[in-house]
């Protein structure tokens, strides 16, 4: 398969997902949003599910290169950007659709093997990044030096799920979780008498 | 209906939801469960849906009970004692199973309105409650007069839902959620020179 395929694969799975939610997902749905038919679909991957496998390996290709991204004059601008990159919609009109079949996808996770190791390396990814900001920021002197990064980065870890499952559920803003993120790297991350104000209302 | 015949419906709801999820689940499933037939469900109500909306009103009134106990000398136990409630299992045996459907149901929320209403009372409620608790110390010096009660619970509210949601997606430790709940309690919330510890580790 070219490159070109895939991109023109993935994103009509991205669509579908989106227009469909993963429960009621099918190939043919899928092969709706291409240009390739649904038989091609069934050539390239086996089912629906080895299909979805690889949808979530591309997703995790792309979203591994898009929190490499954020950077800042220190690690707390780092960190600042970086959990403001975590709750930025990349699309907003079909960030909430997606969402939605991504917490679908999640609630697969006790019964499917595949699925759970793939949302498994998200969720690593996402707290290696963050922990590794954290670290250097103790380091520095940014961050106070009795910061554990592994488990602040578990915690914030937990936030960003939690900013996720509430804003599919009931619409709760992602903003309201940014505010209050930003608090807490002032009032809990900092290292005493930085004075600095990560707090921008 | 009899209070009786409530209990006996709901609790063949609850495990039949344990058994098969929200997707899966049929009527003839809860049936299975229960000493009513099929026909008998049907007779008290109109479908699946419906039973599963009294289902989510019947375990609101439950919840609203069981977070109302908490307690403690002052607002920073109670807040303590209403987070370590509301991050354990009430039966180890079938938690994972139960939060897995109710994940499934979260995933609901745009697409079903009396889902979202349903759910939106159960956030409202834990957010209230906690911003009780937060008011109550702020204005009794134990929390410090900067604490914002109505963010502050929903920070927390946020982060009860992504404690949730990671561990049915990834089997992240709810323990790993309190640790870092309590230290967060310790660092951002108490009064300035309370010299209290909540974290017991």
């Known amino acids: 398969m070219?490159?070109?395929?895939?991109?023109?694969?993935?994103?009509a799975t991205?669509?579908?997902?989106?227009?469909?939610?993963?429960?009621?997902?099918?190939?043919?749905?899928?092969?709706?949003?291409s240009t390739k038919s649904k038989a091609t679909l069934h050539y390239y991957y086996d089912s629906k599910h080895d299909l979805l496998c690889a949808f979530l390996e591309y997703l995790y290709d792309s979203f591994?290169?898009?929190?490499?991204?954020?950077?800042?004059?220190?690690?707390?601008?780092?960190?600042?950007?970086?959990?403001?990159?975590?709750?930025?919609?990349?699309d907003e009109n079909t960030?909430?659709?997606f969402q939605t079949a991504i917490l679908e996808i999640k609630a697969q996770g006790p019964y499917d093997e595949t699925f759970r190791e793939k949302l498994t390396r998200f969720d690593r990814l996402?707290?290696?990044?963050i922990e590794?900001?954290?670290?250097?920021?103790?380091?520095?002197?940014?961050?106070?030096?009795?910061?554990d990064p592994d488990g602040t980065a578990e915690f914030l870890v937990t936030i960003l799920n939690g900013a996720?499952?509430?804003?599919?559920?009931?619409e709760y803003p992602l903003d309201g979780t940014r505010t209050m993120l930003r608090r807490y790297?002032?009032?809990?991350?900092?290292?005493?008498?930085?004075?600095?104000?990560?707090?921008?209302?």
Chains 1, 2 share one sequence.
């Not at 996720?164 to 009931?170: E, I, K, L, P, W």
């Open 64 to 90: 591994a290169e898009r929190i490499a991204e954020p950077t800042g004059e220190d690690p707390v601008e780092e960190l600042t950007a970086l959990l403001d990159c975590l709750l930025t919609p990349r």
């Open 14 to 33: 991205y669509r579908a997902l989106c227009k469909h939610g993963y429960a009621s997902l099918r190939m043919q749905d899928i092969a709706d949003e």
């Open 126 to 129: 996402m707290h290696d990044r």
């Open 2 to 11: 070219t490159d070109e395929t895939i991109d023109e694969i993935m994103g």
């Open 185 to 201: 790297v002032e009032s809990s991350l900092l290292a005493d008498g930085s004075g600095r104000e990560v707090v921008a209302e």
């Open 95 to 97: 960030h909430q659709q």
């Open 164 to 170: 996720r499952s509430r804003y599919v559920a009931v």
């Open 132 to 147: 590794g900001v954290l670290r250097e920021g103790v380091e520095s002197g940014h961050f106070a030096a009795d910061v």
